[in-house]
Structure formats: C-alpha cells, structure tokens
T-cell receptor, first 110, second 114 residues
C-alpha cells in the first residue's frame, strides 16, 4: 500500500515554515525522506526508524509516530533552495522493496 | 560522493523496439534498483539486484527485464517497447539492504515511445 502524502503541493515565502506528512495504512517500521529538484536526481534527506533512531540531514527535522503510522517532515525558515518535490518511502516489511508516496511539491518564493 | 550515472537523459524509441537503459555506480554498492516515475504515481520499483547476476522483481516488472553482469552496472531492458512505457526511469544504488540504508539516485532517463 503506497504511503499517502499531504499536502500535495504547498507554496511558501522565504522564511516561512512547512510541514509535510506521510501516512500509511500498514505498520511503519521506518521512513525515508528524499527531495527531488526539477530535472535532478532525488537526494536522500533522512531515515527515521522505529524506536526513535534517526540518520541524515542535520538541518532538517522530522518525526515518526509508530502508533499513528505517520511521519512528518518539518521545514523551518524555508529557503529558496528548499523548493522541489519531497518523497517519503518505506520498506514493505521484510522484502527490501521500497514503496514511495506520490510526492509533495514545495515552492519557496522570494 | 557517490555517483550514479545513466547512459542517456532523453531517449525516443518506436513501438516494438528493444530498449536498453544503462546505469553505472562508482561506490562499490552491492545493491542497485530501477524505478519508473510517473506524475501522480510517484516512484515505483521495477526490479532490484542485490549482487552480480542476482535480481528480484519489484512491483511492476511486466514488460521489463534486467541484467547485472558487473557489480557497478545494472541494465534495464524493454523487450518490446510500448507507448505505456513512456516514463522517467530512475536508477539507484545502496550500500546495503534494509531500513537503515539510503538510496543514491541517478539523474534519470526520460523515455518516450512513439
């Protein structure tokens, strides 16, 4: 079951904050976050694991609520460089196969 | 830095042609992946490989095959291209399998089948 991301798109002014959510109908054991700028490769941002362990970008924060089967990515004091499409992904339990959400398009305006 | 390169950024092929998409990574990663990316559908896994000559089907393998003869190279093959295979194809590699390992993506090949 593909993770569901919300919102689908958001427009911000520089300096504003945004939250991107990723939820699943199945149990989540980990969540990966990636950002893809237009015409470029997706770039790894963070991994969040069950139990609170995190790995990744030290300037981006995220949360992982195992009970709610949801993760949120927090973009604070947004910069122009934050523009892009953000994807969350999770592993289908025990398969090593990743499934990704449909993405959230974020545009930061000057 | 890990570098994943793909042989073409843009490719136009005719229906029925055999198409090869090549991917090379330079970090000695064991694992490599092929995804297709379509608007509104996100990234969907076609195949992945966890070692030379080893492969596993992803969620949408129909109409595709793969080849991994060398560790650094993973090829996606469209045996007989069809218009519904028009898409962006992304290759990725990873140092391990499982929840703790991030994936490194190539820039993608935009394939158009006419």
């Amino acid at each position: 079951q593909q993770p569901v991301q919300s919102p689908q798109a958001v427009i911000l002014r520089e300096g504003e904050d945004a939250v991107i959510n990723c939820s699943s109908s199945k149990a989540l054991y980990s969540v990966h976050w990636y950002r893809q700028k237009h015409g470029e490769a997706p770039v790894f941002l963070m991994i969040l694991l069950k139990g609170g362990e995190q790995k990744g970008h030290d300037k981006i924060s995220a949360s992982f609520n195992e009970k709610k089967q949801q993760s949120s990515l927090y973009l604070t004091a947004s910069q122009l460089s934050y523009s892009g499409t953000y994807f969350c992904g999770t592993e289908k339990s025990g398969t090593y196969k990743y499934i990704f959400g449909t993405g959230t398009r974020l545009k930061v305006l000057a | 830095d890990v570098k994943v390169t793909q042989s073409s950024r843009y490719l136009v092929k005719r229906t029925g042609e055999k198409v090869f998409l090549e991917c090379v990574q330079d970090m000695d990663h064991e694992n490599m992946f092929w995804y297709r990316q379509d608007p509104g559908l996100g990234l969907r896994l076609i195949y992945f490989s966890y070692d030379v000559k080893m492969k596993e089907k992803g969620d949408i393998p129909e109409g595709y095959s793969v080849s991994r003869e060398k560790k650094e190279r993973f090829s996606l093959i469209l045996e007989s291209a069809s218009t519904n295979q028009t898409s962006m194809y992304l290759c990725a590699s990873s140092p391990g399998l499982g929840v703790y390992y991030e994936q490194y993506f190539g820039p993608g090949t935009r394939l158009t089948v006419t």
